[in-house]
């Protein structure tokens, strides 16, 4: 063994020497490869074609050289079959690399070099760690990225032997495989004698992924699991906004009721809320309340009504919401400009304005006030038009304007409109066509309106001229009753009474009345018949003008035709 030894040393001078004037016999067989761990030990064979001949162990080209330092960890022999084996007690990082056996001749030369081993001592990676645009994120820290934008991130292991070679990428709780988002690289470090692997990991981001962890898995043959490297995503992105309403949307808000309005602003770094109106600012009164996104109001008013947006003041810019519209509703009020009185002139049109305030805008509906009648309705719109007015439209008017509140609420305003109407008079015969029976009595009654009131009026009987409430004579065949009044303002009824009818009485009786304003007159026609079958053999019946009702004290034997003469 002491000659062995010597003969290593002896190699070891002469290594230059050798190299020139030999070229070693190398083995065939295919290079063996043994990962171990620092510490462990092991056996390194190499068969002899002389049992007993000459070797040197040689790693990495250098011959090993067995001194005091090595022996106590580094012991060989030689067995009996002609096998020699290198023994390594606690393996360390200098034992790593390609082992080889030469074997030498009587004459001291090598005839034969056998590869036998490739040795790899581990050396496990230092503590994996994340790169960001070349700066390192510690603990603690994030990967900071904009929406929408893409991120790269490195997942370094250095001093690694052998090499890292799997490195797997999860995202966020559920630990979603990206690892096919990434590329791997080793670089061979030579001053270090040793690896670095680098993982990079390229990721389009969006804000779902804000706060969400990425994760980085490093294995190596060196550790029994694996590695991981952690850090949270900070996805910038700009403001959206969300805002809602107390009454939720869809319900009316009512005046004097309370309002309140949201917004929630979602944004990364976050933004603070602010509100305006019609795009100038809020400031907050008794009424109104702003703070921590909400705009509160205590009893809203119709003034309050406008565009409301929620606005904010980012890192990446000034952001406004959509515009809301905020509509109080509020009942009707008519406008100060309605008329109370109107004054008009018969025969010429009128028109009844009514002009209201509400939200919503209000609907109409005019009626005509009657004692002892239910209202009639007349029309829905804002106006009303008569034309021509007569007298009969004189009266009370009323509008109302009407809008809903809620589903359930109606609010109404009214206004009453008084109308007045003057002009010249106004002749109506109850009944233009009469027939009267010889021997019996007959009333011929007229409709007369007039404001003022006729100062002449005069019953036209052929060569009589009667004025009604003139004083009959004993023996008058002819009686003309005073005015009796009628339900229609400035209108009167006129009746004459025969009271005998006689053939002469056939023919046209004329009613006459004038006043300041002008003159009117009404014809009605008489035809005498000698009996009542007569009559009714040729009695043909007409209808009644429209809107007049007859005040007569008792029946007419007669049936009028419609209109005046």
Known sequence: MEALRSTGLTLLVAWGLLLATAEPRRQGNQLQERVVNPGERISIPCFLETPGGSIQWVRNGHPVVLDATTSSRRQWNISKDGTAALSINQVTRADDGLWECWEFADDGSVKRVAKVLKLVVTGAPEEPF??????????????????????????????????????????????????????????????????????????????????????????????????????????????????????????????????????????????????????????????????????NFTSADRNHSGWYRCTTQHPMGTFASFGYLLSIRFGPEMMDDT???????????????????????????????????????????STLVLDPVVYQDAGTYQCTASNLQDWKRQRNAIREVQLSITGRPDVSALNSSMVGIIGQSMWITVHVCANPQPSRSHWLLGHHVMSPGDKPSSHSHYIAHPFRSADTPFCRYASLEITQVRSSDAGEFLFVARNDRGIDDAAINVTVVKSAFGYHSNFIPHSRPTGVRSEMSRPVMATANSGKS
């Open 339 to 381: 008329p109370k009185e109107i004054h008009a002139d018969f025969g010429e049109p009128v028109r009844l304005e009514c002009q209201a305030k509400g939200k919503p805008l209000p609907s109409y509906c005019w009626s005509r006030k009657q004692p002892g009648r239910i209202a009639e309705g007349l029309t829905s719109d």
């Open 130 to 295: 994340l790169v960001q645009n070349g700066k390192r994120i510690f603990p603690g820290d994030s990967v900071v990225a904009k929406e929408n934008q893409t991120v790269t991130v490195e997942c370094v292991a250095r001093r690694a032997v052998p090499e890292v070679k799997q490195v797997f990428w999860s995202l966020g709780p559920d630990g979603v495989n990206v690892t096919a988002k990434s590329d791997l690289k080793v670089d061979f470090i030579s001053h270090e004698d040793s690896y670095t692997t680098r993982s990079v990991l390229t990721l389009n981001t969006s804000r779902a992924m804000n706060h969400q962890r990425i994760s980085c898995h490093v294995f190596h043959v060196a550790w029994p699991n694996a590695t991981v490297v952690n850090a949270s995503l900070n996805v910038l992105y700009p403001p959206t906004f969300s805002i809602s309403r107390i009454p939720g949307f869809g319900h009316p808000v009512v005046e004097k009721s309370f309002v309140s309005l949201e917004c929630i602003i979602d944004a990364n770094p976050p933004s603070t809320p602010h509100w305006s109106k019609d795009d100038r600012a809020i400031n907050s009164t008794q009424v109104i309340r702003q703070g921590g996104g909400f705009l």
